[in-house]
């Protein structure tokens, strides 16, 4: 069974899925660094569920190196993403593709790098991907983030191929609408909330992070590689989500 699984990284771990995985992993036992740029909350985090920080902006792939020399890590859970601008594309930024692309795809890789030589040298280790519906499907708007989430998953299934025989596990969780800070900057004067939840029932973070504990207390040959998850209000494969009338 994956009980020999003892320590996990979290990125992202400060608000949204992240936070709500990292006490999921302690709860299983693991030591768990949650890796955050604001330190007040990964403090606060720490104090909370005994988490390890690591105070690092995830594109900074030598910081959190250098923060995990030694350590045997187990988990790697890419969490760490963001939608920072919802527009169409010849509207959009150019700024904000390269920050796009950087933190949902170049980061998860280069912190892969880093973690990947121990696992396969142990052959012990699992690595999940927190991707997005937008990754799969076209949505209107999310020209640069819906290309840096399909480029993570299409990462996902090359590395089950070179890592076959290792008994290293690469599985990509992908969910639809779930309520997080994801979108806070993206659409204008504040509105998300009212946008994209007030009505609505999206997934909440917790059950992502449920999701995340079932995939890795599978046994080793056991490879969860892709899940998923939308509300029952929302159209598989599309962007589509209705409101919920109390009956």
Do not use: W
């Amino acid at each position: 069974m994956s009980d020999a699984y003892r320590v996990a990284v979290v990125t992202g771990a400060t608000s949204g899925i992240g936070k709500a995985i990292v006490p999921m992993l302690r709860a299983r036992g693991l030591t768990v660094y949650a890796v955050g740029r604001n330190e007040a909350q990964l403090v606060t985090l720490a104090s909370e569920t005994g988490a390890i920080p690591i105070q690092a902006d995830v594109r900074d792939t030598a910081r959190i190196a250098e923060a995990l020399e030694g350590v045997e890590v187990d988990v790697l859970v890419n969490n760490a993403g963001i939608l920072s601008t919802r527009a169409a594309f010849q509207e959009i930024d150019p700024a904000e593709i390269d920050a796009m692309i950087d933190v949902n795809l170049k980061a998860p890789l280069h912190l892969t790098r880093v973690v990947l030589p121990g696992m396969v040298a142990r052959k012990r280790g699992h690595l999940i991907y927190i991707g997005s519906s937008g990754g799969q499907a076209p949505y209107a708007n999310m020209g640069a983030y819906g290309a840096s989430k399909a480029g993570l998953s299409l990462f996902c299934d090359n590395l089950r191929c070179d890592l076959l025989g290792t008994s290293v596990r690469v599985s990509e969780i992908v969910p639809g609408r779930v309520q997080t800070d994801l979108y806070r900057t993206s659409i204008a004067d504040n509105q998300a909330q009212a946008v994209l939840y007030d009505g609505y029932r999206p997934i909440q973070p917790e059950h992502i992070a449920r999701i995340v504990n079932d995939v890795i207390a599978l046994p080793v040959y056991v490879d969860v590689a892709r899940v998923e998850v939308f509300p029952t209000d929302q159209a598989t494969g599309g962007g589509t989500m209705v409101k919920f009338e109390a009956q």
